[in-house]
C-alpha cells in the first residue's frame, strides 16, 4: 500500500506565497509521474502542475510563472512553490502519483487533500 501525505496549506493574503509538499510512504515501490491537482468550491478538480521522474514539467495557463513544481527522489516527495498567489487560487490542493508497487503493480494513487486560502 501506498500512502500521500500532503502539507504546507493554509490561510495567506493574495500576494503572498506557500509551499506545500506531498511525501509518499510504503513497500517496494517506484513513482513515475507526480503532479498537484486542485478543486475549489463548485468546480471540478483541475491539474495545476505535473512532473516525469525524469524532472520534465507542466503547468496549468493559470498558474504558470507563479507556481514551480519540484521533487526529490532521493526523499519520494514533491513540492509545489506558490507565489503571486490570487483568491482565485482558493482551493483544496492534491497530490497524486503514478506508482508501482511489486503487489499491486501500476496504480493511480491521491493524498487526501490540502486546503489553500488566499484572502483578498
Known amino acids: 500500500q501506498v500512502q500521500l501525505v500532503e502539507s504546507g496549506g493554509g490561510l495567506v493574503q493574495a500576494g503572498g506565497s506557500l509551499t506545500l509538499s506531498c511525501a509518499a510512504s510504503?513497500?517496494?515501490?517506484?513513482?513515475?509521474?507526480m503532479g498537484w491537482y486542485r478543486q475549489g468550491s463548485g468546480k471540478q478538480r483541475e491539474l495545476v502542475a505535473a512532473i516525469s521522474s525524469s524532472g520534465t514539467t507542466t503547468y496549468a495557463d493559470s498558474v504558470r510563472g507563479r507556481f514551480t513544481i519540484s521533487r526529490d527522489n532521493r526523499k519520494n516527495t514533491m513540492y509545489v512553490q506558490m507565489n503571486s498567489l490570487k483568491p482565485e487560487d482558493t482551493a483544496v490542493y492534491y497530490c497524486n502519483a503514478r506508482v508501482f508497487t511489486l503487489i499491486a503493480g501500476m496504480g493511480d494513487y491521491w493524498g487526501q487533500g490540502t486546503q489553500v486560502t488566499v484572502s483578498s
Open positions: 510504503g513497500r517496494a515501490f517506484r513513482i513515475d509521474d
